[in-house]
């Protein structure tokens, strides 16, 4: 199946204007994540990545991220691009989500702004945010993209889009 760009309307980005290879960039943006009642996280110092087809992912910093709430996790896997990712649990009280977050503890040289940064998939949390707007979570087992209203698709994981 061959993917036909959704036209973007006035103030989105078409993620099939996105770089391959992916690439990655500091964003300004208000990301918050929510769980339990509590805040996970909550920052303006994101690193977005963009991958044609993909909706963004974006990786915070350690520091925005509420202290011992994630705890290692023995999933790995590998990126092409990013490099050998380490995946972590959001424990809260006896609540624990598995592998809800990965990071690059030394990614390539191209995603070097990545070091030690924390992505999180938003399928399985209550709440994640981009400027105040509800996310909604990248299909797929795999990805962790986060949809919001100002990026346009088809996006990578649709039913359909395997082999994109």
Known sequence: MTPVPDPPRPGQESVWRY??????????????VMHGGMVVAD?????RTLETSHPPSYYLPPDDITPRVLQPSARRSFCEWKGHAVYHD?????RRLKDIAWSYPDPTRAFRLLRDHVAF???PLDLCTVDGQQVI??????????ITPDVAGPFKGEPGSQWW
Do not use: K
Request: charged residues 20%; without cysteine.
């Open 19 to 32: 770089p391959r290879p992916a690439i990655a960039e500091l964003s300004p943006r208000h990301i918050r």
């Open 43 to 47: 920052t303006r110092r994101a690193v």
């Open 90 to 94: 959001l424990v809260i009280g006896d």
């Open 121 to 123: 998939y938003a399928g």
């Open 137 to 146: 979570a990248q299909s797929g087992q795999f990805y962790g993209g986060w």
